[in-house]
């Protein structure tokens, strides 16, 4: 892989050490977007996940896209009966078409950092 998720986002000085230039980019669990200048061994990211998920994905797209940054979402499973750390395809499917709507292209995080 040439981006990299930390386990449970635990992030050290020791991991982000022996990490930093094995991959494009290291992510975390903490939520904020993306700017020229974030630090690309602790990248913040919005989990698409619990029952405010999908509305808290959406306002992170409404911030960076005012704000003309980027947003990392993610979560860990799409399904009808979603984990607790996951989403429906309903769900997905809206906040797609949310991001489209404001006018957000839609990457993965290795395209953007290309």
């Known amino acids: ?4 998720a ?16 094995r991959y494009g980019s290291l992510r975390a669990v903490h939520s904020g977007i993306v ?13 698409i ?3 405010d998920g999908e509305a808290e994905a959406m306002r992170w797209i409404d ?10 979402l993610y979560t ?8 607790k750390y996951g989403c429906t395809p309903a769900a997905l499917a809206r906040i797609v078409a949310h991001a489209q709507a404001r006018g957000a292209a839609i990457r993965t995080v290795g395209e953007v950092l290309a």
């Open 35 to 47: 700017r020229d200048g974030s630090d690309l061994n602790q990248l913040p990211a919005v989990g």
């Open 6 to 21: 930390y386990p449970y986002g635990e992030v050290s000085p020791q991991a982000k050490k022996a990490l930093k230039g």
């Open 63 to 72: 911030r960076a896209v005012d704000q003309a940054a980027w947003v990392i």
């Open 76 to 83: 860990h499973d799409v399904r009808e009966n979603p984990s």
């Open 1 to 4: 892989p040439r981006h990299f």
């Open 49 to 51: 996940e619990g029952p």
